[in-house]
């Protein structure tokens, strides 16, 4: 296998205790890219404004100052605060994967598996609502995986089904666990409430050790499991095409085989996922790895990583700042 040099991302890191004027720097630059995915199927595909804020209010009320804070920001617009509220929005596949260790020394590590334009490249560091929250960016305050100050650590991954419903986008979700809970229970409790619009599994783990997998769909109840590894399905394959394009099952298989080894570290772990078959080199097929994540509760520190390459970060010593990251593809992918 050779490799060719597929493109580079930038990925930053940027502190901002309450939204402000990096906030809104950051939404001026992505909105015309979200906007346009936002109205691929047209204006009225989407929900309206007040069924949008209502649905917000009813299920995640503790975010209204926040989402009107920022819809301000971006200078009040129907289209952003429909938007802004990820209610209903057009479906979206990724791949990913990620794996827990409880106990006396909790560790999430995940792999983020989707196409490199389309992908933020943000660590935020907030404390919107009196809590501190360090994560990565999906459409503009959603996030993919991230910790809070409290120990509690979230992680998404697409659940490989292609039913979409009525719902929110999974991010805002994880945003509002990692906003409103301080350990697994009351996360489990907050996910298997609000509806998502697809199916994802989100996996959540505490500074106690507990840690759970919550299989969410927008078609049937949420379902709880204590399991350690998810990657895109659940419980069985469902959609096979998106199952092989992915490996989601030779991720898994593999992913479960090293924690069952007791001599498994925590090198040992964030090492497995920078190899295949948990490390994807597929960019060209929009299911690469663009990067690495691992949280370690107990400790409130992340590290964002990727072959060569490696990002601390904490509560205590946040490092804003840029990295350029290059990505290869293999020139025999499948």
């Known amino acids: 296998m050779s490799l060719i040099q597929a493109q580079e991302l930038l990925f930053r890191a940027r502190e901002e205790p309450l939204p402000g004027a990096i906030w809104k720097e950051l939404f001026e630059e992505f909105w015309p890219s979200y906007q346009r995915w936002y109205l691929q199927d047209g204006a009225n595909e989407r929900p309206y404004y007040l069924r949008c804020v209502s649905k917000l209010r009813e299920h995640m009320p503790e975010l209204m100052g926040t ?26 596949l990724t791949g990913c994967s990620q794996a827990v260790v409880g106990g006396d020394h909790p560790l999430l590590v995940r792999n983020y598996d989707y196409a490199p334009q389309l992908c933020e490249g943000l660590v935020l560091k907030t404390c919107w609502n009196g809590r501190s929250v360090i994560g990565v960016s999906d459409c503009l305050w959603g996030l993919l995986d991230g910790i809070n100050e409290d120990g509690l650590a979230a992680s998404i991954a697409f659940g490989g089904r292609r039913v979409v419903g009525d719902g929110f986008g999974v991010p805002l979700v994880v945003r509002y666990v990692l906003e409103t809970c301080t350990h697994t229970p009351e996360a489990i409790a907050a996910l298997s409430r609000i509806p998502v619009h697809m199916s994802y599994n989100v996996t959540v783990v505490d500074a106690r050790g507990a840690f759970a997998t919550v ?90 990583f990727w072959p060569g390459a490696r990002w601390p970060q904490s509560f205590s010593n946040f490092d804003s700042g840029d990295r350029q990251i290059g990505f290869f593809n293999s020139d025999d992918a499948a």
Do not use: K
């Not at 989402?67 to 920001?73: G, H, I, K, S, W």
């Not at 971006?74 to 990820?86: I, K, N, V, Y």
């Not at 090492?271 to 990067?291: E, H, I, M, N, W």
């Open 215 to 304: 299989f969410l769909a927008p078609d049937r109840s949420p379902e709880v499991r204590i399991q350690a590894v998810a990657t895109n399905h659940q419980r069985r394959i469902e959609w096979h095409q998106h199952a092989t394009a992915t490996a989601t099952v030779e991720r898994e298989r593999h992913l479960m085989m090293l924690l069952a080894d007791d001599g498994a570290t925590d090198s040992s772990l964030t090492q497995a996922f920078l190899q295949p078959p948990v490390y994807s080199r597929a960019f060209d097929r929009g299911f690469g790895t663009l990067y690495s994540s691992a949280y370690w509760p107990r400790e409130g520190r992340a590290e964002y």
């Open 67 to 92: 989402y009107e804070t920022l819809t301000a920001l971006t200078g009040g617009g129907d289209l952003e605060a429909r938007f802004l509220s990820l209610y209903c929005p057009p479906p979206y």
